[in-house]
């Protein structure tokens, strides 16, 4: 199949009709008509089922559609790449964060990176780790930071720090210097979903001092769990950078023993980095070793 037959095609099974389908081609209803034709004739078989409302695709068109979309998908990253050169290597950067560093970490390395680069053109995007990969993947996205768990095929992870995580009090309760899981398992604990990486931290985390919690809560957005504290709902378990923007509402502990996370740099392998993404590599380390030298004090 011609790379026309394949847009003509994908265009037909995701419109429904040969109106709809060159309206989104923006193109005649006749070009369409002819290019179905010409691909039907070049496979053989025929693809549509046509009747007085619109199109019908038959089993061979089913398997062909897997592949078509793969093509296309490929089609939607030559033209991310595409405009990424438009706007020249050196022009445009767009990075990817998770919540909690993006919050914290993000700002004040790009509010660096601008003094450094003031042409600079950046796309800020704020998700959850799967997203973050897949938007690498694509192409849609430079670099990302984000907490470090098992990464899909073709996304490459560069540890960049190890913190301890932080327990969350509500702000007049009496608690001990350090808290225990067992003293927060007490005090009701909101846990995090399992598949959560966090939520897998702790979750073996309890499983090995042989900690049974009755979860009244799993909540997966780190900053709703410390809202949920603040409201009374119990005590929490959560990152430093989320728990360093709760500090003057709660109560932040450290744990005992220390619970610690990875934060990583995520990037899609073989893709070579635009000069920007260097500089900012270099000013996120900065960022975190300083946050990192706070919680050590703490």
């Known amino acids: 199949m011609k790379l026309r037959h394949i847009e003509v095609f994908h265009a037909l099974i995701s419109c429904g009709s040969v109106s709809a389908a060159a309206r989104r081609l923006n193109v005649s209803q006749p070009n369409v008509t002819r290019t179905l034709a010409h691909a039907e004739t070049t496979l053989g078989v025929r693809l549509f ?26 089609l939607d990253v030559v033209d991310q790449l595409g405009r990424q050169l438009s706007h020249g290597v050196d022009q445009h950067l767009r990075l990817g964060a998770s919540h909690a560093p993006g919050h914290l970490v993000i700002p004040g390395a ?29 192409h849609r996205l430079d670099m990302a930071l984000a907490f470090e768990q098992p990464a899909p095929e073709g996304i490459e992870c560069e540890h960049l720090m190890r913190a301890p995580m932080k327990a969350l009090l509500p702000p007049d309760m009496d608690a001990p210097m350090q808290a225990t899981l067992e003293w927060l398992n007490d005090h009701g604990l909101i846990l995090m979903p ?32 410390a809202e949920l504290v603040i409201a009374g709902g119990g005590t929490g378990i959560v990152d430093p950078f989320t728990a360093e923007r709760y ?8 744990l005992a023993p220390e619970l610690n996370m990875n934060v990583a740099l995520l990037r899609a392998r073989h893709v070579p980095w635009p000069h920007a993404a260097h500089q900012l590599r270099t000013l996120l380390i900065d960022q975190l070793a300083t946050h990192s030298k706070r919680w050590q004090t703490d």
Do not use: M
Request: positive net charge; glycine residues 4%.
């Open 194 to 225: 399992e598949e959560d990486p966090l939520g897998t931290l702790l979750g073996q985390a309890l499983k090995a001092r042989g900690l049974s919690p009755a979860a009244r809560l799993r909540v997966k957005t780190y900053s709703v769990i």
């Open 110 to 138: 790009l509010i660096a990176l601008q003094r450094r680069l003031p042409a600079l053109e950046i796309e800020l995007v704020t998700s959850h780790f799967s997203t973050l990969c897949d938007e690498l993947l694509a």
């Open 49 to 74: 089922e046509r009747h007085p409302r619109g199109l019908t695709p038959t089993p061979e068109a089913l398997r062909l559609w897997p592949a078509i979309e793969a093509a296309v998908k490929q």
């Open 247 to 254: 500090r003057d509402r709660l109560q932040v502990l450290p």
